[in-house]
């Protein structure tokens, strides 16, 4: 059972333009929401992360835009760049239980930016 | 660069092997996570250890077990493999039990032939 959606799978997006990804979750324990970025053959990175006591959070061209009502959350690549081309995953987890720390992934979106 | 180390970059292997994946956390950081990437599973978490200690458990497979040692590196070792068990093997490390900032290695490719 995935406990994070993600949507959509892939995406092409012409050089600065928006990139939109979209996750869904169930689980109201979750508190802590991070999107990662993976390049071919690399270890996915810490993108930008939100925690749900506030509705978004920028760094940069980087928005998560966070809605506790629907369960959702999203990213937002402003000015999108051919070097954005990666994988994005989003990723949820929760602070205490005992489950606490570990992260529950999406399935990934594979962004293309073209020039 | 991560700060985060794994050893072997690859690995090939033949069905019912034993294979041993070495990570070395960011020096001082006591939490250490092993997660799986396949096409067909996406990323799954395996096990988290902090301090030496095994803290939670994933969908990890019986034949899979891992440790963390006093100088908290950890190793992964699998066991009996299967076609199956091709993957991805990241280890993530974070400074403290809960929900830092997750540093991934580089990871262990693993081909089971």
């Known amino acids: 059972q995935q406990q994070v959606k993600q949507s959509p799978q892939s995406l092409i997006v012409q050089k600065g333009g928006i990139s939109i990804i979209n996750c869904a979750y169930e689980?109201?324990?979750?508190?802590?929401f991070p999107w990662y970025q993976q390049f071919p053959g690399k270890g996915p990175a810490l993108l930008i992360a939100i925690r749900p006591d506030v509705s978004e959070k920028k760094e940069g061209r980087f928005t998560i835009s966070f809605n506790k009502s629907a369960k959702q959350f999203s990213l937002h690549i402003m000015d999108s760049q051919p070097g954005d081309s990666a994988t994005y995953f989003c990723?949820?987890?929760?602070?205490?239980?005992?489950?606490?720390?570990?992260?529950?992934f999406g399935r990934g979106t594979q962004l293309t930016v073209w020039p | 660069d991560s700060g985060v180390t794994q050893t072997p970059k690859h690995l090939i292997t033949a069905t019912g092997q034993r294979v041993t994946l070495r990570c070395s956390p960011r020096s001082g950081d006591l939490s250490v996570y092993w997660y799986q990437q396949s096409l067909d599973q996406g990323l799954q978490f395996l096990i988290h250890?902090?301090?030496?200690?095994?803290?939670a458990k994933g969908n990890i497979l019986e034949r899979f077990s891992a440790q963390q040692f006093p100088d908290l590196h950890s190793e992964l070792n699998l066991s009996s493999l299967e076609l199956g068990d091709s993957a991805l093997y990241f280890c993530?490390?974070?400074?403290?039990?809960?929900?830092?900032?997750?540093?991934f290695g580089p990871g262990t490719r693993l081909t089971v032939l």
């Open positions: 990723a949820a987890s929760m602070r205490r239980g005992s489950t606490l720390g570990r992260l529950y």
């Open positions: 689980n109201t324990a979750f508190d802590y």
């Open positions: 993530a490390s974070s400074p403290r039990i809960s929900t830092d900032t997750q540093y």
């Open positions: 250890y902090y301090n030496g200690e095994e803290r």
